[in-house]
């Protein structure tokens, strides 16, 4: 089939039109941020979903597989999957709910502590360019942004 002018002339704009997508955008992103991520992680023995857990765990001290899936936003069983992982490798424990016995805590172990400190730097780092490469003026409008987006769709 034989493109016209006017064809490609409509392609381009349909292009255009989900590329300015604001969803489009974010999803964009949020894929070449994983990208990233899991890059940083190649050399490590554990992947950015387990990263992440390690990095929540250690803000909250414990906390339920319940409480990190909701934290994460990611499926249960796959934060249950990998937190399994993290214990085998030594880098979580689970312990009991002295309320709830049904529910299962996690707990950083010194190993995995060690692990985060090994390459939370690399994370940080990330952050800290991607916040100068906005610049203080353009990173607050998009905190701001974020905030509202999320209080929208939490409605």
């Not at 490609?8 to 964009?28: H, I, P, S």
């Not at 940083?40 to 990263?51: H, V």
């Not at 906390?63 to 909701?70: A, D, F, N």
Request: hydrophobic share 40%; aromatic share 4%.
């Amino acid at each position: 089939m034989r493109l016209t002018s006017a064809d490609l002339e409509d392609q381009l704009r349909k292009v255009r039109d989900l590329e300015g997508r604001l969803t489009f955008q974010l999803a964009v992103l949020s894929r070449a941020l994983d990208h990233q991520g899991a890059d940083l992680l190649r050399d490590q023995p554990i992947n950015l979903t387990a990263y992440r857990i390690l990095n929540i765990v250690d803000t909250w001290g414990t906390i339920s597989i319940s409480e990190l899936s909701r934290t994460c936003g990611i499926d249960r069983g796959q934060i249950s999957r990998t937190a399994d992982a993290l214990a085998g490798q030594g880098l979580v424990r689970f312990q009991d709910d002295s309320d709830n016995r049904r529910k299962k805590l996690v707990a950083l172990t010194d190993a995995g502590l060690a692990k985060l400190d090994e390459v939370r730097p690399r994370f940080l780092t990330r952050n800290r360019h991607l916040e100068e490469a906005l610049g203080p003026e353009a990173l607050g409008g998009l905190r701001l942004g974020l905030k509202r987006l999320s209080e929208v769709l939490e409605d």
